[in-house]
């Protein structure tokens, strides 16, 4: 069974960057679809960016694309999310996931980690 754990989340003024992490435990991290998630205080939780097994592929939601990226090492068991041109409305926790693949819906990813808080000022 793998565990994750997210880190590196903090403080930021809009317009700057932040890079959080997430390392797994367990032997079997390579086969996972992962992805990043957020939750803002009163919404639901929704999805932000996914990566596929061996990182081929990747997909975000509309609101990142052109200032996050996903990428995955498989030797170090750990998925990044960098996130550049950071805005107030991306102010929520962050968690990460790893799911069998099919779906980008958060239903679809089985392990969670506790979430990281990003806050951006503006």
């Known amino acids: 069974q793998v565990q994750l754990a997210e880190s590196g989340g903090g403080l930021v003024q809009a317009g700057g960057s932040l890079r959080l992490s997430c390392a797994a435990s367990g032997r079997t991290f390579s086969s996972y679809v992962m992805g990043w998630f957020r939750q803002a205080p009163g919404k639901e939780r929704e999805f932000v960016a996914g990566?596929?097994?061996?990182?081929?592929?990747?997909n975000y939601a509309d609101s990142v694309k052109g200032r996050f990226t996903i990428s995955r090492d498989d030797a170090q068991s750990t998925v990044y999310l960098q996130m550049n041109s950071l805005k107030p409305e991306d102010t929520a926790v962050y968690y990460c996931a790893a799911g069998p693949g099919g779906t980008w819906l958060p239903q679809g990813f089985g392990l969670w980690g506790q979430g990281t808080q990003v806050t951006v000022s503006s």
């Open positions: 990566i596929s097994r061996g990182g081929y592929g990747s």
